[in-house]
């Protein structure tokens, strides 16, 4: 029942992703909200959420460098 609860919900935070990449809105969050919830049952998504937390670490660091000036 868990499992199907959480792969329901990230398929619905992925769909509200897509959606928002297509109009403006926060796209990034509901993908990894998506990715969060499917990374409990699936590596592979484990992987995917790890990557984005990098570059989205990455990317506020360079942000923060650029403006501090």
Do not use: E, N, W
Not at 1 to 28: D, E, N, T, W, Y
Not at 47 to 54: F, G, P, T
Request: charged share 15%; hydrophobic share 55%; net charge positive.
């Amino acid at each position: 029942m868990k499992k199907c609860l959480l792969i329901l919900l990230g398929s619905f935070f992925m769909l509200l992703g897509l959606f928002f990449a297509v109009v403006p809105g926060p796209s990034l969050i509901f993908f990894i909200a998506g990715l969060m919830c499917f990374s409990f049952y699936y590596p592979k998504a484990r992987h995917y959420l790890s990557l984005c937390q990098k570059a989205l670490t990455k990317s506020c660091a360079f942000l923060d460098k650029k403006l501090a000036r």
